[in-house]
């Protein structure tokens, strides 16, 4: 287990992990940036799974990536490992048909298999193999638990992800693979969002709720293609993976 858990986080026991931590977050950064420079209106998720999914994105929206600073300006990595870029869609903006693409442990309950339709960013049916009523559980424990408040990006080709192992805590998980999670959105991801109280939030289109529950939806044939404000189309993932 440690070994594996040595793999995902990037350590070889060659001394060079913090250099190789250090090139990773210039990688995730220079892909935040390019994404805070396309200003995507929405993006469109397509996979052999089923996933066939459109998520608007709020107007001053922000792309986060998994390295934070402290208020006294210190940097620090709150969850290793990290893969993702993440920001926030816009509550009632989710559209279609999402699969999960990895079980989901959720309060000690497996789930497995499952699916969701959206309508107006609204989860109106959810079906699972394993854990239905557990799924269906969670997106009812308030209004906002049936919403939207996260879109991550995660590279299918990853070291946590290359090892093929689920190691049931979703916090590990999720760097294995694109999710979204239900619930709670980062009041990071929109602009002056960490100076803003909820209601607030709620105007700019962030959901509000007091779960947050992510769940893997990335493949090896995952596509996603953005959409500018102009009408642009741009690849963002092709086979499973960045095309910025």
Not at 26 to 53: I, M, P, Q, V
């Amino acid at each position: 287990l440690w070994e594996a858990i040595f793999t995902a986080v990037r350590i070889t026991g060659d001394g060079k992990a913090v250099e190789r931590w250090q090139a990773h977050l210039k990688l995730l950064e220079e892909r935040k940036d390019k994404l805070n420079a396309l200003h995507f209106a929405s993006l469109h998720y397509r996979n052999s799974l089923g996933t066939d999914l459109t998520i608007r994105l709020p107007e001053t929206h922000i792309w986060a990536a998994g390295n934070g600073v402290t208020q006294s300006g210190q940097p620090f990595i709150a969850n290793m490992p990290t893969e993702e870029i993440f920001t926030a869609p816009l509550r009632e903006g989710v559209d279609g048909v999402v699969a999960a693409s990895l079980p989901l442990c959720h309060d000690g309950n497996i789930i497995d298999k499952f699916s969701f339709v959206v309508r107006k960013g609204k989860i109106v049916e959810a079906r699972a193999e394993v854990g239905e009523e557990t799924l269906k559980a969670a997106i009812t424990v308030d209004e906002g638990a049936s919403y939207f408040g996260e879109v991550a990006l995660v590279p299918y080709d990853s070291p946590i992800s290359n090892q093929k192992i689920l190691y049931y805590n979703t916090l590990f998980d999720e760097n294995a693979s694109c999710h979204l999670a239900f619930g709670e959105a980062y009041n990071e991801c929109v602009e002056g969002g960490q100076d803003m109280d909820k209601e607030a939030l709620k105007a700019l289109g962030l959901n509000d709720s007091i779960t947050h529950v992510d769940f893997m939806v990335g493949t090896a044939d995952l596509s996603i293609v953005g959409t500018t404000h102009d009408g642009r189309e741009v690849p963002v993932f092709v086979n499973g993976n960045f095309a910025l």
